[in-house]
Structures are given as C-alpha cells and as structure tokens.
C-alpha cells in the first residue's frame, strides 16, 4: 500500500486560548516573591475587560450630532444702488407675489428703520426705491392663506401694524419711489401711494383695490390716500367697484407718476400674462432718483 506523505507542520504554533491562560498561570507560580512584587492586575488578564472601547461599545452619547441652526433669508431687505446715498428696499418673496405676510412686514419695518437713520453715517441718505427682487412682480396685497388662520383679535393688530408700517413710509425723511414691475394690488398699492413716486412698467394689466370682491375695502390707508391722489369720485370708483387699471389707465388716472420707456428690449415673461421688460420700472426710478441727487 503506498504511503501517503503527511504534511509537515509548520514551525510557527498559534497559542491557543487556553494555552495563554496556563502559561499566564504557569509563570505566576515559579517563584513567589516575583509575583509578590509583579502581580498582574485582574484588568489585564483577561481581554474582555480591557479599557479600550470597542467599536461596539461606542454610544451615541459619545458623538455630537448638533447641527448649526440656518436663519432663513429676509423677506425684505436693503442694498445700495449705483447712485450715493441711493438705496433700493427690496421685497423678497417672488414665489407668493411679495404678499404681505407677518415676516415679510417685520423684514421690512426694520430695513426702513435702519434707513432712517443713515443720515448719522458717512453717506447720508438721498433716496429710497421699493422694488420686488424678481422682474414682473410688485405686491399682490395682503398674504390671505396666512390671514385665514387669524382670529378676529389677530387681524386687528395685523392692520394696525400695516397702517404703522405704511406710515413710516409715508413720513420717510427722505423721497421714496415705488418700482410697480408687476402686478400691484390692495395692500401693495397702499404701500405704494404712501410713497412720494410711483413708475410702473407700461405693460402692467392689474393696478388696484380689489378688496371689495371679497367684501371689505383697504384697511392699510388706501381709503384715505386714493382720494388726495385721484379727488374723490375716481378714489370711490377704484374702491366700489373693486376694478383693475393697466399702467397707461393709471398714469392718465394720476395713482402713476412716471411709465417706464418703450426702448427697453430685454423682455422677461410674466406668470400673470403681462410681458414685462426686466426691471423696466426699476430703471425709470433711477433716473429720477438720479436727478433727485444732482439737485443737491
């Protein structure tokens, strides 16, 4: 029968476990006097208790997770034109047709108040424009997806702030220009006869109150602007019967103070169907707020 070659072993042994605890045992016991004085702590001789964390044994206590908090971004905002002393105050939320919501109002006051007092710095204050941060868009009024969740008590203090808000623009210790690139309705054209200018871009459809579709009339000064504006038959007019001016309607009405120019070419689509030369009205309002600075 032929022999079947074993195979050799391999000169390297790999201890086995319990191989390592009897050798630990065997050579605590040879001499007594070296384990008195080299005695192996409990700790380390077994492995399971070492004082290493294991990748298992890692807590999520042990890990920060905390994440930065983000602001979101303002709703209205300020910015320095070309002109010294020249600032556009710019509504911020083009996706809701810069409806006047809470945040967007209290965005807003803070900006003129910050405005307010550039007089005190280096570059004092000539000139404000209101303008939306997105061509074919001014104000479409007040935001009435968050005014239906108000209750009584809260609408009334939403008003009261409006009017407050209105105000300070009215009262601005500089001349203030509303840029209507858009559609500018209820409480957007409140805001805008309490500036001391309006130039709106001449292809604009919707210039008015239509609060009275929905049963109620401005709350936010319209009532009492409109008439010294348009005299009052017209002011009534505008009100009752809730219509909408395109821009040439309002200029001859006198609610628009200056149309944009028919020279610009850079034409931006409107989602309401005007078609809107980009920042057309924008532009118009530099060259007066331009002029306003040369007159010293």
């Given at each position: 029968?032929?022999?079947i070659?074993?195979p050799?072993q391999?000169s390297?042994?790999v201890?086995?476990?319990?191989d390592?605890?009897?050798d630990?045992?065997?050579a605590s016991?040879?001499s007594s006097?070296s384990?008195a004085s080299?005695?192996?702590p409990?700790?380390?001789?077994?492995?399971?208790s070492?004082?290493i964390a294991?990748?298992?044994?890692?807590t999520?206590?042990?890990i920060?997770?905390?994440?930065?908090?983000?602001?979101p971004?303002p709703?209205?905002?300020?910015?320095?034109?070309?002109?010294?002393?020249v600032?556009?105050?710019?509504?911020?939320?083009?996706q809701?047709h810069?409806a006047?919501?809470k945040q967007?109002?209290?965005?807003f006051?803070?900006?003129?108040?910050?405005l307010?007092?550039?007089?005190a710095?280096a570059?004092p204050?000539?000139?404000i424009i209101?303008?939306?941060?997105?061509p074919?868009?001014?104000?479409?009024g007040?935001?009435l997806?968050e005014r239906r969740?108000?209750?009584?008590?809260?609408?009334?203090v939403?008003?009261?702030g409006l009017?407050?808000?209105?105000d300070?623009?009215?009262?601005f210790?500089?001349p203030?220009?509303a840029?209507l690139?858009g559609?500018?309705?209820?409480?957007?054209?409140?805001?805008?006869?309490?500036?001391?200018?309006r130039v709106?871009?001449?292809?604009?459809r919707?210039?008015?109150?239509p609060?009275?579709?929905?049963?109620?009339?401005p709350?936010a000064?319209?009532?009492q602007?409109?008439p010294?504006?348009l005299?009052?038959?017209?002011?009534?007019?505008l009100i009752?019967t809730?219509?909408?001016l395109t821009?040439?309607?309002a200029?001859q009405?006198?609610?628009?103070d200056?149309?944009s120019?028919?020279?610009?070419?850079?034409?931006?689509?409107?989602p309401d169907?005007?078609?809107?030369?980009?920042?057309d009205?924008?532009?118009?309002?530099?060259e007066?707020?331009?002029l306003?600075?040369?007159?010293g």
């Amino acid at each position: 029968m032929p022999v079947i070659p074993q195979p050799e072993q391999s000169s390297l042994s790999v201890p086995k476990l319990g191989d390592r605890h009897r050798d630990v045992g065997n050579a605590s016991s040879h001499s007594s006097s070296s384990s008195a004085s080299k005695s192996i702590p409990a700790s380390a001789s077994s492995p399971r208790s070492s004082a290493i964390a294991l990748p298992s044994q890692i807590t999520m206590n042990s890990i920060s997770l905390a994440t930065p908090t983000i602001s979101p971004p303002p709703l209205a905002y300020s910015e320095k034109t070309i002109y010294p002393g020249v600032y556009a105050v710019v509504l911020a939320r083009p996706q809701e047709h810069n409806a006047l919501s809470k945040q967007l109002l209290a965005d807003f006051e803070e900006v003129l108040d910050r405005l307010a007092t550039a007089s005190a710095n280096a570059e004092p204050l000539r000139a404000i424009i209101i303008r939306s941060s997105v061509p074919g868009r001014f104000c479409a009024g007040a935001d009435l997806k968050e005014r239906r969740t108000m209750s009584e008590e809260e609408v009334v203090v939403f008003l009261s702030g409006l009017r407050r808000i209105f105000d300070k623009v009215a009262h601005f210790p500089c001349p203030t220009i509303a840029a209507l690139d858009g559609p500018t309705l209820g409480g957007g054209l409140e805001m805008a006869i309490a500036c001391d200018f309006r130039v709106a871009n001449r292809n604009i459809r919707k210039i008015g109150f239509p609060e009275a579709g929905l049963g109620i009339i401005p709350g936010a000064g319209g009532t009492q602007r409109a008439p010294r504006l348009l005299g009052l038959t017209k002011a009534k007019e505008l009100i009752y019967t809730g219509r909408s001016l395109t821009a040439p309607e309002a200029f001859q009405w006198g609610l628009v103070d200056y149309l944009s120019d028919e020279t610009n070419e850079s034409i931006t689509p409107n989602p309401d169907g005007d078609v809107v030369p980009q920042n057309d009205a924008y532009a118009r309002a530099l060259e007066l707020a331009k002029l306003m600075c040369q007159s010293g």
